[in-house]
């Protein structure tokens, strides 16, 4: 397991690192080109997923209560978007020097897969850089506002100066490299592949990267080619079946296997998002009214099964991911706590396709894959009585326009579906949703107040120290 330093890219000198002479060199390097930090507590508390618990529920733990009121952060401890700013360059810069130790050697074939590997990689990072830190991208739109600097070779001077570009430009650089990585990764074999960017973690990404641009066709292309055959059904989480038997210790501890046909690509990372929010320690959080949601009726007619438990009163748990300690003093008891965070499973393949259906006015395509979709959710699921239709889902959304209906129906399979994973911010700034968070004071009077489509503080803020790097701050 490799845990990318704490070291401020884009502000710093450069890695000097030893020089890479074999292709199992290269594969080290690539295997750190993930990002070793999380980005948990930053979406999902800027989302609808968290609520104000209360002044006598939890504790009021920073950096949740500037995220939970949209504030920007100034330090990089964990959970923070500075945090996550610099794990991706790090990934990316390691990305970097294996690119760069490829183009200098003589290597043998062999070096294609991780070549490949790295460019989706840089990729990736470079794709949830400017999704957190940047505009969101429009469909159809000039899309010229500020993104983030994409970086496509090894720092090599202290300081460099870097530009943003365009929202539109990351877009362009993200696709030329994924297609492009791709390709190489066919045939490729890795020791532990669910934590490398095999064919069909990429594939997977691209569904996500082809979503957020409106790509419809390529979503589904993509999608198909995730999973053998393009069939989702046996690489479904299997809640209702497999899953509703663990006892809540092996449920915790077996979702994030890598021997789990759902999880395709998981990652290692930093983190106390477990023990901070969904462990039920902090006020603003997975509380009462967005455990109902998560336990509510969805538009099958029954809930979805889950395993949502009380914590304490008005905290809950989902108990998705397991914290693993790792102890660098056990008679101190001092080390680093990580979460296996599985950054894309088979699930999100089938519900991509389903939008991107939906999105074509396929709406029986779109209904089949919604309803494989709850097939694995509902005990005792039945085709006739919890089927998704257009007259179900119009009735139990109050809309009269078939697409806004099963639009409507995927994005509250996938808030209910994976809460508490950070997807549910991608589809709010894709779909440009309005959150709105509630606010108790210590008389318990509420208050409201709503990040709009076109808040900037939708863009989380970029850390004070980039700015050495020339790169600009996001408005306020």
Known sequence: MVLSSCEKYLEVAPDMRTEIVTVEQVGQLVASAYPGYDYLAMAETYSDNAVDKGPAVGHINQPFVSLYNWEDIEDDATNTPSAYWNA?????????????????????????????????????????????????????????????????APETETLPQYSRGTVAS??????????????????????????HFTPAAAHLFASRFFLFKGDWDKVI?????????????????????????????????????????????????????????????????????????????????????NKGLRWSEGNYTTYVFREYFYYTNLSAGIGFPYI??????????????????AQKGDYASAMRDLNTFASVRIVNYNATTHAVTLDKSRTFFNVADDK?????????FKQIGWMCEGMRWFDILRHRLPVEHKFIDAAGDETYKTLTADDNRRMFQIPQTAKLAGVELNPR
């Open 170 to 195: 990351v877009y362009e650089q993200i696709e030329k490299d994924l297609v492009e990585g791709i390709k190489l990764l066919e045939g490729g074999s890795w020791d532990v592949p669910k934590y």
């Open 221 to 305: 292309e993509h999608s198909n080619l995730a999973v053998p055959n393009g069939e989702y059904l046996s690489s479904l989480r299997p809640w209702n079946t497999t899953l509703r038997t663990y006892t809540t210790e092996e449920f915790r501890t077996e979702l994030t296997k890598a021997d789990k046909p759902y999880n395709i690509l998981l990652a290692n990372t930093y983190s106390t998002y477990q023990r901070s929010n969904i462990g039920g320690t902090t006020r603003y959080g997975f509380g009462t009214s967005v455990f109902n949601i998560y336990n509510g009726v969805t538009a099958t007619g029954a809930a979805f099964y």
């Open 404 to 412: 806004e209906a099963l639009l409507k129906t995927v994005l509250q």
């Open 88 to 152: 991706c360059y790090s990934a990316i810069n390691n990305a970097n020097q294996a690119l760069a130790a490829i183009e200098e050697k003589d290597f043998d074939s062999s070096v294609l897969k991780f070549k490949g590997e790295a460019l989706v990689a840089r990729a990736y990072s470079h794709f949830m850089l400017v999704t957190f830190f940047a505009k969101a991208y429009e469909i159809g739109k000039s899309n010229d506002s500020p993104g983030v600097p994409y970086v496509i």
């Open 340 to 357: 296996m965070q599985p950054l894309f499973i088979a699930d999100e393949g089938l519900m991509n396709r389903a939008e991107a259906y």
